[in-house]
């Protein structure tokens, strides 16, 4: 029965891991669509320019690390695949 309990734990941690990476992408896509707007509304300034592209590819490296997380979090049982899709 310990080793039960232990895995239900193991569960709930990464179930409210994936959810906190759900939140941390969305709240990172929503950074982003907030940066592009004010790139386009800098409309040339080369130094603010270069500054949303620097944060846009650290952003983009961030999303792809959470997708890894992710995909190995649903190779590790199917049932994690079907709440990540869902």
Sequence with gaps: MEKFSHLED????????????????????GEVTRLRAELSQAGGDSLGGEKVNELLSEREAIQAKVEAMLDALTEIDPEIATAVAG
């Design 10 to 29: 193991k569960i709930y941690l990464t179930i409210e891991l994936v959810k906190k990476l759900r939140e941390d992408n969305e709240r990172l896509e």
